[in-house]
């Protein structure tokens, strides 16, 4: 080691020491405590203008200090404690007293500090605020996070003489220079190569996006094309990652024309673009070049979270011009009706939003990195501190994983059509009252889609609650509802949608019977094995049309080859 790294190296096993000589633990663990301090947090929920019950912290107060008492009890009798966290399953967590002990005491003091935010008396939106805000602090606050806290990283330490943090230092300041934790090898991912390689080629292109048709893997297709409209937040490639968790391909495989946007990734010059325009220039451009293209007046349509939430936009926009160019809709994991937003309430109020308009309103770009920083947060253990702790306490490299190096490679918004997105649907919630907003020049009413509709949400999803996924089942086609279809699959936001039929895995819930309480419909509902994929090609080969014969070449006279899949649009990276 050199001088520098060996003189980092003693003073953290200095700390380490110390911290293992410690005389009275007990006067260490209440400086950490909810109640222990004058800056504990009931004095913090008052500077949030938040109170609690006198009765209830008292009632805390006698409960938390119970427990303590009992915890130091068996500290003195050398009676390890038990706990089950994740984040403390190594076993060296659980043999040695010290580690164990600051386990233990972190744990009672998370759990009372969740128990205090529950208990505050505020306004709903102040105490979700408030709830998320601890949370943020008691996840920062894990002694697995510091290197003097953490035993797997200590050990790591003396196993390697030093290189584990050597190799951490090296890979936080790479971080630092990128800009954010890396959450995969990304050298081992190259889009084009090994992620997106599904054959097809670029037919239509414009500022806003590239228009992909994937080349046949059938002899016969279905007569109606299949056109999908992923997020702009992120690359389309979520939906074509490799060959064997490619939806893509899949609906490719199952006989379908498959026509598919790739967004572009927003740049200066693109910093005065509008909600209009993406769907104007954006999903109704791609609708009205694939009937061109497949001479087909109808089509499968297919939108993705804020893709789908576009398309929608756009199908009642052509709707209120007598244009009806859907078979079907399928919708994943999609906000309609915005009143339940899970966790990002918190990021949305008058205050926030009309910060944003004076900012960006106007022009400018809302950055891809900041939007990927306020998704980690809704997940830091998995997405922050568990990683700090891999890379960076234990100098571990992270394994190749194409759903991380997806999630890694996030993309710019414009900051007029951010704007108008956060004020009319998370903000005002106005996009599902019928022709309360005009948009491209028309009044939007969703219920005026003619078309059938798959409804896909993932019970564990934080982006999107399911029960508002189930929501739209009341928006869309609300005079043919019996021809709706909602199901429900097992994980979160893209692992539920991404899971692939060919692997078996997870479940997924079925009732056709949709009425207005989500709960009822999913306490009647049946759980199946496996992945729901199949039930969405049932779904579309339903609406696809007779069976013809698969195009021989991509485009038409009009709409030529421009270049192969997965066209230049998706390789560019956010700066």
């Known amino acids: 080691m050199s001088d520098n790294l060996q003189s980092m190296y003693a ?34 929920l008052k500077e949030f203008g938040a109170e609690l019950d006198p009765q209830v912290l008292t009632r805390l107060q006698a409960e938390y200090f119970e427990e303590l008492g009992n915890l130091w009890k068996d500290f003195l009798s050398a009676k390890l404690p038990e706990f089950n966290d994740r984040r403390f399953s190594a076993p060296d967590w659980h043999k040695q007293t010290n580690h164990a002990y600051n386990a233990a005491m972190y744990l009672l003091n998370a759990r009372f500090l969740s128990l205090l935010a529950d208990s505050v008396k505020a306004p709903e939106k102040k105490r979700q605020k408030i709830r998320f805000a601890v949370q943020q602090m008691i996840d920062a606050m894990s002694p697995a996070n510091f290197l003097a806290t953490n035993p797997e990283a200590q050990a790591k330490l003396v196993e390697t003489g030093g290189e584990s943090l050597m190799h951490g230092i090296s890979q936080m300041l790479d971080d630092m220079q990128k800009g954010r934790i890396s959450l995969t090898d990304e050298s081992a991912f190259e889009v084009g190569k090994n992620v997106a390689t599904s054959e097809g080629k670029v037919i239509f292109e414009n500022r806003l996006f590239q228009l992909i048709q994937f080349s046949p893997l059938t002899k016969t297709v279905h007569q109606r094309p299949l056109l999908m409209v992923p997020p702009c937040i992120n690359k389309y490639y979520i939906l074509d990652l490799q060959p064997e968790n490619s939806l893509v391909r899949y609906a490719v495989e199952q006989g379908h024309t498959v026509f598919l946007i790739s967004w572009a990734n927003p740049d200066e010059s693109m910093g005065d673009v509008t909600w209009d325009d993406y769907i104007e220039q954006g999903a109704m451009k ?81 950055p891809g990195r900041d939007l990927a920083s306020t998704f980690s947060s809704l997940r830091p253990n998995d997405l922050v501190w568990n990683y700090v702790q891999s890379n960076y306490l234990k100098g571990q490299k992270p394994p190749a994983f194409d759903l991380l190096y997806w999630n890694s490679d996030s993309t710019n918004l414009p900051g007029p059509m951010f704007c108008w997105y956060l004020r009319n649907t998370y903000l005002e919630n106005s996009l599902m009252l019928p022709n309360k907003l ?70 997924y819930w079925l009732n056709d019977k949709i009425g207005q309480d989500p709960q009822q419909w999913f306490d009647s509902a049946q759980e199946v094995p496996g992945s729901w994929w199949p039930e969405w090609a049932q779904f579309l080969s339903e609406h696809g049309g007779k069976m013809v014969k698969a195009p021989l070449k991509a485009g038409n006279v009009v709409y030529s080859e421009i270049e192969s899949a997965p066209g230049r649009y998706v390789k560019v990276r956010a700066n």
């Open 286 to 366: 791609a609708i009205e070049v694939v009937q061109e293209i497949s001479k087909q007046d109808k089509m499968n349509a297919f939108g993705f979270c804020v893709g789908g939430t576009i398309l929608s936009t756009a199908l009642a926009v052509l709707a209120d011009r007598g244009i009806h160019p859907a078979s079907s809709l399928t919708l994943l994991t999609t906000l309609l009706d915005f009143s339940n937003t899970g966790v990002l309430d918190v990021f949305v109020d008058e205050l926030q939003v009309s910060m944003r308009e004076q900012t960006l309103g106007h022009g400018g770009l809302m």
């Open 11 to 44: 003073s953290w096993m200095q700390q380490i020491m110390a911290q293992a000589m410690k005389q009275n633990p007990l006067q260490d663990w209440m400086k950490h405590s909810p109640f222990g301090n004058e800056s504990s947090i009931p004095q913090m």
């Open 438 to 507: 005009r948009v491209a020049g028309s009044p939007v009413d969703l219920g005026r889609i003619d078309a059938p509709v798959f409804i896909y949400g993932s019970r564990e999803d934080h982006i999107v609650p399911w029960q508002a996924a189930y929501a739209s089942t009341a928006i869309l086609n609300p005079k043919k509802k019996t021809k709706n279809r909602f199901v429900l699959g097992a994980s979160g936001h893209i692992a539920g949608v991404i899971n692939p039929a060919s692997k078996n895995k997870r479940n």
